[in-house]
C-alpha cells in the first residue's frame, strides 16, 4: 500500500462493508467498483469473499501476492475446498496466468475470477477515470478423475486447448452479467461432491499419516545413494505407521539456508499436498528448528525430518524400561532446541499495564521443566550402565564368552538369534523391528577340542545410515554391550541393492565408538533370495565370510564352526 492516498486506501477499506447474494459468484456493481478503484492506483487489487458472500480480504497487488498465507487460512481436507473466492483485477487483457492459477490451487479457493481492464470508460462523480471492464474470466479446480471432461462443474464448454494444467479449468471470456448469472452454490457443491468421490477412492487408513517425502539431491550424492536413501526413507515412512502418496524431488548445487528446497519448490510441495491431501512432510536430511518453522509457514502442513521419523519408531518398539528410558532421552534432546517458535502458546506477555517488568515465558519454563527431566534420565541411563556392566563383569569372571550381532537395520539378526538358540525374539519384515538386546546361550563346537561349549550372542538394535547424534548418546548403555563383547558377528542383507553401502554405514558406526570393538566375523543373510552374480560378487569381495538364510536354516552348521574359530581367535588376542 506504499504511495497510496489516504482516499484510496479508504476505498480500499469500504470493500469490507460489501455484502452480495450467497449463490453469486460476484455482481456487475462489486466487479465495475473494483475496477474502478484499481484503475485509480494503477494496480491490481483482490477481494477475498466467504460464502456468506462478505469480502474478508482485500489486498493490492496479484493472487501471487496477496495470496493468503496457509497458516491463516480454515482446515479443510482433500475432499473440500476452504470456501474463500477471489474476485482479482488485472490491468491487461489475458487469460490468467499460472502464478495466479497457482495461488489459486495453494489455497485451495472455491473460485478465481480475473476481470480484466482496458481503456479508459466512463468519467467517475467528482472526477477521475474509471475502468472498463472489457471481460472476465472464472478458473476453478478440477478433481483428477474429471479432468478429461471437457465440460465443467460450471457449465461451460472447454476446449481441449483452453486446459491450462491438469488441475484447474478456465472458461471462456465472459461479460459480468454472464459471470453474475452463474449460480455459485451448485458450481461449490458440484466440485466438492466430486473431490469427496476422487478422495474416497484413493482414501487410506484414516489412523494413518499422509506422506509427502522430499528429497534434495546435492552435489556430493551419487544418483544411486539418493535413490537408496530415498528408497530407505520410504520405508520408515512405512514402518512408523504413514502412506507414502509421492516423493518430490530437486537436485541443488547446496542445500538452501532457509527451505532446504527452492522457493519454487516449496510451492510444488506445498500445491501436491494440497492435492493429494498429504498431512505430512518429511524430508530426507535432518532440518533446524528455523527451517521447520520456514516451512510450515509456507506449505501448511506438519514438517518432520528424517530423524524424527526414526525417533517415532523407537517410541514404538521400546518394550523394556531401558529401551522406554533411552528412547525418552533421545526424544528430550531431540525437542530441546525445536522449542522455539511454536506459537503464542510460547510467546511473551502481551505489552500493556501490568504485563511489563521481570517475568518468564512458557517457552523459558518448558526448557527448563525438559532440561531437568533431561538430568534425571542421564542419571538412570549412566545406572543402567553401571548394571549391564556388573553383569558382563560376572560373564566375564565365568569366563563365559560373549558374542554381539550387529549389522543394518532388517539384516535379519533377530531370525538368526531364534534360529541358533531357538529364542523367541519378535521378527518382521520392518526396519528396527528389535530395539531392545537379547541375549541367549548358544552350544557350539570348541574350535580345538572338539567338545562343546556355551557362549552368549546378544541381538541388539540395528544400524542405520547416518544413525542420529541423539540416539548415539541415548543407546550407549545399550551399544557397549557392542563393545563389551569378545567379538562381533556382523549379519549383512545380501537381497538388498544397497548391501556394500550397508557394510559401509555398520562400520563407520563401530569406527565411531569409544572402545574399539572385537573382531568380527562378516556372515551374509537371505542367500535364497539373490541370484548367483550377486552371490560371486559378495564371495569375491568377502572371501571369508560365511553364507547363510537364517529362515531358511541354510548354512546354520557352518557358521556354528566360524563362531567357534572366531571365539577361540579373540581369547588368542587378549
Known amino acids: ?20 447474494p450467497g449463490d453469486r459468484i460476484t455482481t456487475p456493481e462489486l466487479s465495475q467498483r473494483l475496477a474502478a478503484i484499481s484503475t485509480e492506483i494503477n494496480q491490481p487489487v483482490c477481494a477475498y469473499l466467504n460464502r456468506r458472500g462478505q469480502v474478508i480480504r482485500v489486498g493490492v497487488g496479484t493472487p501471487r ?21 477471489c474476485i482479482a483485477t488485472h490491468l491487461k487483457s489475458e487469460p490468467p496466468n499460472e502464478a495466479a492459477l497457482t495461488a489459486m490451487a495453494l489455497q485451495r479457493l472455491d473460485a478465481l475470477v480475473v476481470i480484466n481492464i482496458t481503456g479508459t470508460g466512463f468519467t467517475r462523480r467528482g472526477g477521475g477515470a474509471a475502468g472498463y471492464v472489457k471481460e472476465a474470466y472464472l478458473a476453478h479446480l478440477t478433481p483428477q478423475e474429471t479432468r478429461a471432461l471437457m465440460t ?19 472458461s471462456p471470456p465472459l461479460s459480468l ?78 542445500i538452501h539456508p532457509q527451505t532446504v528446497v527452492g522457493e519454487g519448490k516449496v510451492q510444488e510441495v506445498a500445491l501436491t499436498a494440497q492435492t493429494l491431501g498429504a498431512n505430512l512432510i518429511v524430508f530426507d536430511r535432518d532440518l533446524s528448528p528455523a527451517q521447520v518453522r520456514n516451512l510450515e509457514a509456507q506449505i501448511g502442513v506438519r514438517v518432520v525430518d528424517r530423524t524424527e521419523v526414526i525417533l517415532d519408531i523407537f517410541a514404538q518398539r ?38 511489563r517488568g521481570p517475568g518468564e515465558t512458557k517457552l523459558e519454563t518448558e526448557r527448563r521443566a525438559i532440561g531437568r527431566r533431561i538430568s534425571r534420565l542421564q542419571q538412570e541411563v549412566n545406572q543402567l550402565q553401571a548394571h ?48 531392545d538386546p537379547t541375549t541367549r546361550r548358544l552350544v557350539i563346537p570348541h574350535a580345538e577340542t572338539g567338545e562343546t561349549q556355551e557362549i552368549l550372542v546378544t541381538d541388539t538394535v540395528g ?3 547416518e544413525l542420529p547424534a541423539s540416539l548415539m548418546d541415548a543407546f550407549r548403555a545399550t551399544l557397549e554391550e557392542v563393545t563389551e563383547a569378545d567379538a562381533l558377528l556382523h549379519l549383512v542383507d545380501l537381497s538388498h541393492p544397497a548391501w556394500l553401502s550397508h557394510i559401509r554405514s555398520v562400520r563407520e558406526i563401530l ?39 537364517a529362515s531358511q536354516r541354510l548354512g546354520l552348521e557352518t557358521l556354528r564352526q566360524r563362531l567357534a574359530q572366531l571365539v577361540q581367535y579373540a581369547a588368542d588376542s587378549r
Open 1 to 20: 500500500m506504499q504511495g497510496l492516498k489516504s482516499s484510496q486506501l479508504k476505498q480500499l477499506q469500504r470493500l469490507y462493508h460489501q455484502r452480495i
Open 65 to 85: 501476492q496477496t495470496q493468503i498465507p496457509p497458516l491463516e487460512l480454515p482446515r479443510y481436507g482433500a475432499e473440500r475446498l476452504s470456501g474463500i473466492r
Open 152 to 170: 465443467s462443474p460450471a457449465g461451460f464448454k472447454i476446449e481441449e486447448s483452453q486446459v491450462q494444467s491438469p488441475s484447474w479449468t478456465i
Open 177 to 254: 452479467d454472464m459471470l453474475a448469472q452463474q449460480d455459485f452454490i451448485d458450481l461449490v457443491e458440484g466440485l466438492e461432491e466430486e473431490f469427496r468421490r476422487e478422495f474416497v477412492a484413493q482414501e487410506v487408513d484414516a489412523d494413518h499419516d499422509r506422506v509427502l517425502i522430499v528429497g534434495v539431491m546435492t552435489d556430493e550424492m551419487t544418483l544411486q545413494r539418493f535413490q537408496d536413501t530415498l528408497a530407505e526413507l520410504a520405508r520408515l515412512v512405512d514402518t512408523a505407521g504413514g502412506d507414502v502418496l509421492q516423493t518430490v524431488q530437486q537436485k541443488r548445487s547446496r
Open 318 to 355: 521400546a518394550q523394556s524400561r531401558a529401551g522406554k528410558l533411552q528412547v525418552e532421552l533421545a526424544q528430550l534432546e531431540y525437542m530441546l532446541p525445536r522449542l522455539t517458535g511454536r506459537g503464542q502458546a510460547m510467546s511473551r506477555l502481551g505489552g500493556g499495564i501490568g504485563t
Open 388 to 435: 549391564r556392566s556388573r553383569l558382563r563383569q560376572r560373564r566375564q569372571h565365568r569366563e563365559v564368552p560373549s558374542v554381539a550381532l550387529v549389522g543394518y537395520t532388517n539384516a535379519g539378526k533377530s531370525t538368526l538369534l531364534n534360529a541358533l538358540t531357538n529364542a523367541e525374539v519378535y521378527t518382521a519384515d520392518q526396519l528396527f523391528a528389535t530395539l
Open 463 to 465: 544400524f542405520i545410515h
Open 511 to 549: 569406527a565411531a565408538m569409544p572402545v574399539t570393538p572385537g573382531p568380527a566375523l562378516v556372515a551374509f543373510n537371505k542367500i535364497d533370495q539373490v541370484d548367483s552374480e550377486t552371490l560371486a560378487l559378495a564371495q569375491e569381495e568377502f572371501p571369508l565370510a560365511v553364507f547363510i538364510s
